[in-house]
Each structure stands twice: as C-alpha cells, then as structure tokens.
C-alpha cells in the first residue's frame, strides 16, 4: 500500500476536470490507502475539513493552514483558529496537522513579515493541539530553520524538500520528517537525490504534491495522487533498497505521526 502524505485535491480535480468518485477509484486501483488533502488558504480551509468527511472511507485525512503565498492577516488567521477548534473536537480522527504553513522567497506573493507571522501563529498552534507542523520552504531555509529554533514546534515534517544532505541533516536534528515530491525523480536534481539518499528510512515520508511535480515518467502532465508510486520507486532504487521496504517504513512514519508517543 501506499500513502500520499501531501496533496490537493481541489487544484486537482480543477486541473483534471475530474470529480471526486473518480479520484477517490484512482486512489483504490492503484493501492494508495491514505492521501492527505492539504489546505492552503482560508477558501481552502472549510473545504477541505468538508471534503475529509465525505471521503473518509477513501482514506483521505485534512489539514488546515495558511500557505506562504496566501493572505495570512488577521481575518484569515482568526477563521483558522475557529475551524481548527472545531476540527479537534469533532474529527480529530481526520485531523492530520496544521500547514502547509512557512516562507517563500521564491515567489514572494505575501510581504516578508506577513509570512513570519503567519508561520510562527502556525507553530503555536501546532504546539497547543499537539499537531504535526507541515512546512514549506523555498529560498529562505536559513530563517525557517532560525524560526523553528527559536519556537521550538513538537515536530512535523518538512515538506518537499527542497534542500541538500546538510539541511536535511539540521531538519531532521530538530525532530522533523522529510518529505520527497516528485522533483526527487528529475535527472539534474543531483542535491535532491543526495538528500533521499542521506535521510533515514525512519524519518522518510513520500508525497505528490499534486498536481505539482509529477514524477518522471509523466513529468510535463498534471500530477495526480496515485503517481505517488513512481516517487516510491524511484527512492527505493536510489536507496538499493526493496520497495515493501520502503512502503512499510513511510506506513510506520505516516502512523507515528498520527499517533505521537507511540
Ligand atoms: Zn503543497
């Protein structure tokens, strides 16, 4: 079985001009058992709490958060916090973490300082629920890595990795599980391959990011999240290692997150 750990079905489905029933069937023939619906906005933030609930016998799970790129002022916090309340105490079973929340110099959509405030609000409410943090870096790993620090999350994971063996190192020192999209498949991705490489079968997590990223050899389409099978394989190869193995220890990773101290 396999698990897509980071994936957005409504940009997906959007993308793909598919409904639900379709993707939920995709997700079945090709053995994904658990895909997590990833929020990004304040829009996306009802509906993906929504879209968990009707499609909880698929596997699917939610999280909710503010992306970097999105609004994240008083008004879009303040809705997360009310949603999240209500999460915890009525589907906490569904719940996955909070996120995708951090920095984006790269495209740089929200100022500087809306960003960090943005991310450090997130971390609390990580820390006061007791949630997985899901964070997204790009162009500011040296600040990201200062904030996490200086607020100390429970942990998480970092997601789509987006560094080399020595960032992954620091991320996984502060407790983190790392994440591969299906960047990690690309020929010249050489810093991404040594990461994988480098990162433990114990603290591995692979994702989709759909309909971002799409693993080789669909790479130019739409990523869906059953193409989640092409990034296994191409760890496992990467890795020398068989691909149960590598199924079985995200399964566990994937578990451990859902259910920390055990
Ligand atoms: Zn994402």
């Not at 957005?8 to 658990?34: P, Q, S, Y």
Request: with cysteine.
């Amino acid at each position: 079985m396999f698990i897509d750990t980071h994936t957005h079905f409504d940009i997906v489905m959007k993308k793909l001009h598919c409904n639900e029933k379709t993707c939920m069937d995709n997700l079945g023939a090709n053995n994904v058992i658990n895909a997590v619906q990833v929020a990004i906005s304040l829009e996306t933030l009802q509906w993906s709490y929504d879209f968990a609930l009707r499609n909880r016998e698929s596997g699917i799970l939610f999280t909710l958060g503010i992306h970097p790129s999105s609004a994240s002022g008083k008004k879009e916090l303040a809705s997360l916090d009310t949603i999240l309340s209500r999460a915890v105490t009525d589907h906490p079973d569904l719940l996955f973490g909070i996120g995708e929340c951090g920095l984006d110099y790269y495209r740089m959509r929200q100022e500087k300082n809306l960003q960090i405030n943005g991310f450090i609000h997130q971390i609390t409410l990580a820390k006061q629920y007791h949630l997985p943090l899901i964070i997204h870096i790009r162009d500011a790993m040296d600040d990201a890595l200062e904030i996490l620090k200086s607020q100390a999350p429970t942990g998480g994971i970092m997601h789509c990795f987006p560094g080399d063996a020595s960032a992954a190192r620091k991320v996984l020192d502060m407790g983190f599980y790392v994440s591969f999209a299906g960047n990690v498949t690309y020929k010249n991705a050489h810093e991404l391959h040594d990461s994988a490489a480098y990162v433990p079968l114990d603290r591995i997590l692979v994702e989709t990011d759909a309909p971002f990223l799409t693993p080789v050899p669909y790479r130019g389409k739409p990523n869906r999240p059953e193409y989640v099978i092409h990034t296994y394989d191409y760890i496992a190869a990467l890795k020398n290692i068989e691909l149960d193995v590598l199924k079985e220890k995200v399964f566990e990773n994937f578990k451990a997150l859902r259910n920390p101290g055990t």
